[in-house]
Nanobody
Framework: VQLQASGGGLVQGGGSLRLSCTIR????????WAWYRQAPGKQRLLVAQ???????TYAEAVKGRFTVSRDNAATIFSLQMNSLKPEDTAVYYC??????????WGQGTLVTVSS
């Protein structure tokens, strides 16, 4: 399974960005699709995830502003980020976890939010 993230960039505070992650390989074994982020000097943290049944989960810091989704074929999943804040600045990583709890990671995409 290979993941490739795209869509990062520089945006002004209050703006929006949409991140996408393309999955190639044995997608049928994937149970959870997720987005993590890592700010400079900090740990990588879960931002949002969506399960096979479509149930989303969000970190408190992004609730009401970010929306995670995936297409029915599970070939692409996305993170719509609205009302961005400078504290959202980080490298964002897409992640997929299969039914055996093996995790797959994309290469990361930088999101910079200016104040």
């Amino acid at each position: 399974v290979q993941l490739q993230a795209s869509g990062g960039g520089l945006v002004q505070g209050g703006g929006s960005l949409r991140l996408s992650c393309t999955i190639r390989g044995s997608r049928n074994s994937i149970d959870v699709w997720a987005w993590y982020r890592q700010a400079p000097g900090k740990q990588r943290l879960l931002v949002a995830q969506i399960s096979r049944d479509g149930s989303p989960t969000y970190a408190e810091a992004v609730k009401g502003r970010f929306t995670v989704s995936r297409d029915n074929a599970a070939t692409i999943f996305s993170l719509q980020m609205n009302s961005l804040k400078p504290e959202d600045t980080a490298v964002y990583y897409c992640n997929a976890q299969d039914r055996w709890s093996k995790a797959y990671w994309g290469q990361g995409t930088l999101v910079t939010v200016s104040s």
